[in-house]
């Protein structure tokens, strides 16, 4: 459901204002706004008149469309009763309060007292309990668009999260603690529905598939994969088997993010590791992909998929460095943080069967870690900001040669140090993101009554 967002707009003004110049002010506003990846519902210019009849129009243009969140426009003074009049009709939307700014003619400033009309109204919504984040704009300054769009795109995510579902083939791979999930917190407060499916379903469903379909899923592996070494196409059929078998259940019950029950399912009862199963499911569903029934992993990925429209890639912690952490994956990533070509290897760890692991280099750049964790009643997000760069060389111990260079990043935190990260860290499982997302996550976890550490 990672459609583009829908803000409502509506901007106030006083009845004495020029209504030439209030025009000049919202016009300017929008054409602002026109740097959002989003669709503008205008429902006009409201002005104190008193039989209300501008915020009656406004009220009847936002209630005919659909929209995620709604930007209070405040071009001038204006009581707050008339944006009162407005808002109230939205007051379960989340909003942006955002003050305008004056002009200059010569060295002269002339104001039509936008901050009069936005303190005062921030002080009423605040008392009224609405959702809200207040912007403003600074004479000589740019508009505060990087601040709205990070609110819109949070509302959008929220928006987004109350019709999420997530797939579970099992639950608690491993007898892991950190990847259960409370359930009716998770659909009441996050909006997320979470079903648990049993390896049996995927099982029956491998006797339903079209071989038409079987035969070009292994003819695409051939196409698109590097495979460092000799592979039996049987190992490739079983995977592309398994991908579609669990896709029939991702469209059945539209699944946006599924987890498989891995190192005591797929591995132990399937003998088959399932890193190519994982990238396909990527590849034909589109949906987040976690291990080891990591269903808080694959809601962070969902939060952060709605923010940045991506796909988005779990890592696993090894090691800790003086600078940074070594994040890395023992099995497999998805296309969109691949760099170059994507490099499967017929591989062994310890005594589980051979398949093909990926072991392609991840993209570097600035990235943003995150972890949702649930704690007596209270959800928190820990998350931080840093570089993502190209490891040192290393590996895991126990792979059979040829030993792969698991895919992996340096991190190196920048908005906390690695004893400061040390001190908050929660599970061995960390979700990333490319960019610095941090403000639109932190916006997201206002709106949803989670704690940011």
Known sequence: MNSKAKVGFVCFGEINTPYERLEILRDDALQALGALQADIVDAGIVIDDSAYETAEKAIAKLKAAEFSSLIVCIAGWVPTHAVVKVTDVFRHMPMVLWGLKGWREGDLILSTAPQAGSTAA???????????????????????????????????????????????????????????????????????????????????????????????????????WVIDGEVDDVVIENGVKYALAIGMKIKERGYEAVTLLDVDGMKKLMGFPPAMVFMLLDHYYGVQVTPENDVMGNVTQLMLHYITGEQIQYLEYY??????????????????????????????FGLLSASLSNVSKVRPGYVTCARLYY???????????????????????????????????????????????????????????????????????????????
């Open 122 to 224: 921030r002080g009423a919504l605040d008392a009224l309990g609405y959702t809200f984040k207040y912007v403003y704009s600074a004479m000589d300054q740019p508009h505060p668009v990087g601040k709205i769009d990070a609110f819109v795109r949070a509302a959008h995510a929220a928006a987004c999260l109350r019709n999420a579902r997530v797939g579970s083939m099992g639950y608690r791979d491993m007898l892991l603690y950190g990847t259960q999930f409370e359930g009716n917190s998770m659909r009441g407060q996050l909006g997320v529905e979470v079903e648990t499916f049993e390896m049996l379903e995927m099982v029956g469903n491998i006797e339903k598939l079209d071989p038409k379909d079987v035969d070009a899923g292994v003819q695409f592996v051939k196409d698109n």
């Open 319 to 348: 090691e800790f460095l003086k600078e940074g952490m070594i994040a890395g994956v023992p099995d497999f990533i998805i296309k969109s943080v691949t760099d170059g070509d994507v490099h499967m290897l017929p591989a062994a």
């Open 375 to 453: 704690k007596n009643g209270q959800y928190y997000m820990h998350m931080y900001t840093g570089d993502g760069k190209r490891p040192p060389k290393w590996t895991e111990f126990g792979w059979d040669d040829p030993v792969p260079m698991l895919p992996s990043l340096e991190i190196a935190p920048d908005s906390c140090t690695v004893e400061e990260f040390a001190d908050k860290v929660t599970s061995q499982h960390v979700i990333v993101a490319y960019g610095d997302q941090s403000e639109p996550l932190k916006d997201l976890c206002r709106l949803l009554d989670i704690k940011v550490v």
